[in-house]
C-alpha cells in the first residue's frame, strides 16, 4: 500500500514538474514588438493567429508607443521587432548601428491617412492639400483660430485640432506631406498617441478636425465623418481602393515591421516573422489595411529570406515606387 501510495506520489511529482519545465519553456519563448498605433491592429492579429498556431508555446507581446518610440527601444536592444508607419530616420539607424543592431526592413501593407470631422459638420465636405497646411503649419499657431480664417466660407467658430504625437510615423508622415517637413506642425492641437483617444475627441466636438491611420476610421466610421481630401486633382475620399489605385495623394503610404537581425537567431521570432509575412494578405484586408501588390509580396519575402539588412530607402531618388526600390 505505501509502495502504491509512494508510486502514486512520484507521478504527481513528475507530471507537476513536466508541468513546470512546460511553463518554463513558454515563458523562455518569447517575441517583443512595439511601436505605431497604427501598424498595430495588424501585428495584434498576426500575433493572435500565431498563438493559436504554436497553441501558446511563445508569449507575443505588442506594445503601442509610437514608431519613434518603438524605435527607440528595437536600437537600444530592448525588443525583436519595430512596428512602423514610416521609415527609419538615419537619426535612429545610426543608433541602432551604435548598439551593434542590424535590421531588416519589411513593408507589409499600405495604409492611407484618414481625415476627418465631427458628424455634425454639414459645411465641410472636402478640404484641400493648401487649407490643411493653412490649418497645421507652424505658423498657424494661435493666429489660424476659427474655420473662416481658413476658407471664408466655413463658419466663424473656433477650431479644434486633433492628431497623433510627435512620436507617431502618422504625424512624421502627415507634417511632411502637408507641410514639407517632417514634424512641422503647429503645437497648439491636442495629441495622442492612443487612436481611441483621438476618434473620441473628434466625435465629441461639432468644430473638430483630426487625422488617424485608415484603419481606425474604418472601425469608427459610424461616429466619424470621411472629409475628401484635393491634392490638385478633386477631392478623393480615403479607402482601400483609392489607396490601393494610387488616387488618394499625397495621404497614403506603406507601413513596415523592422526585425533585428540577432532576435532572428532565436528560432521563435524568425518563425514569426516567416508566419507574419504569409499571413499578411489574409490579414491586412480583415483589419482596414491594403494588401502588397502581388508581384511585390515574393519581393519582400525574399528580402527576409536571404536576411538583406540596411534600408531600400536610404540614398533613394525621390518618386521611387516600393516595388522599383524593392527590386534591388
Same mark, same amino acid.
Not at 551593434?100 to 501593407?109: K, S, V
Not at 507574419?276 to 490579414?283: D, G, K, S
Not at 502581388?294 to 519581393?299: G, H, I, R, V
Given at each position: 500500500m505505501?509502495?502504491?501510495?509512494?508510486?502514486k506520489s512520484i507521478g504527481l511529482l513528475l507530471v507537476a514538474i513536466a508541468f513546470g519545465a512546460s511553463q518554463a519553456e513558454a515563458a523562455s519563448k518569447s517575441v517583443k $514588438?512595439?511601436?505605431?498605433? /497604427?501598424?498595430?491592429? $495588424? /501585428?495584434e492579429a498576426v500575433a493572435e493567429e500565431f498563438g493559436a498556431e504554436t497553441r501558446g508555446k511563445v508569449r507575443v507581446t505588442v506594445g503601442v508607443s509610437g514608431s519613434g518610440g518603438g524605435f527607440k527601444k528595437f536600437c537600444s536592444g530592448e525588443i525583436d521587432i519595430a512596428n512602423a508607419s514610416r521609415v527609419i530616420k538615419d537619426s535612429e539607424a545610426k543608433a541602432c548601428a551604435a548598439n551593434?543592431?542590424?535590421?531588416? %526592413?519589411?513593408? $507589409? +501593407?499600405y495604409d492611407g491617412i484618414a481625415v476627418v470631422a465631427n458628424k455634425q459638420n454639414k459645411w465641410m465636405n472636402t478640404i484641400t492639400v493648401a487649407e490643411l497646411k493653412k490649418l497645421w503649419e507652424p505658423s498657424a499657431q494661435g493666429k489660424i483660430t476659427k474655420w473662416n480664417q481658413v476658407n471664408p466660407k466655413w463658419p466663424a467658430e473656433e477650431i479644434r485640432l486633433l492628431g497623433p504625437g510627435v512620436d507617431s510615423g502618422t504625424f512624421d508622415y502627415f507634417t511632411k506631406a502637408i507641410n514639407g517637413k517632417e514634424g512641422a506642425s503647429r503645437g497648439d492641437?491636442? +495629441?495622442? %498617441?492612443d487612436d481611441h483617444v483621438l476618434v473620441k475627441g473628434v466625435s465629441g466636438d461639432k468644430n473638430a478636425l483630426g487625422f488617424f491611420g485608415l484603419a481606425y476610421y474604418e472601425e469608427n466610421k459610424g461616429s466619424l465623418k470621411l472629409v475628401a481630401v484635393d491634392g490638385g486633382k478633386g477631392g478623393v475620399k480615403a479607402s482601400v481602393e483609392t489607396v490601393n489605385n494610387g488616387s488618394y495623394t499625397p495621404l497614403s503610404r506603406p507601413i513596415f515591421i523592422y526585425v533585428s537581425k540577432k532576435s532572428l537567431a532565436k528560432t521563435e521570432v524568425a518563425d514569426f516573422v516567416s508566419f507574419?509575412? %504569409?499571413? /499578411?494578405?489574409?490579414?491586412s484586408m480583415e483589419v482596414g489595411y491594403i494588401d502588397l501588390p502581388?508581384?511585390? +509580396?515574393?519581393?519582400i519575402k525574399k528580402r527576409f529570406d536571404n536576411r538583406v539588412t540596411g534600408s531600400a530607402y536610404k540614398g533613394a531618388k525621390k518618386g521611387a515606387t516600393v516595388k522599383e526600390l524593392y527590386s534591388k
Open positions: 505505501k509502495n502504491k501510495k509512494l508510486i $514588438i512595439d511601436g505605431s498605433s /497604427t501598424v498595430y491592429p $495588424i /501585428t551593434g543592431i542590424e535590421f531588416i %526592413e519589411l513593408p $507589409i +501593407a492641437f491636442m +495629441a495622442s %498617441e507574419y509575412l %504569409e499571413m /499578411t494578405a489574409e490579414l502581388k508581384d511585390l +509580396a515574393p519581393l
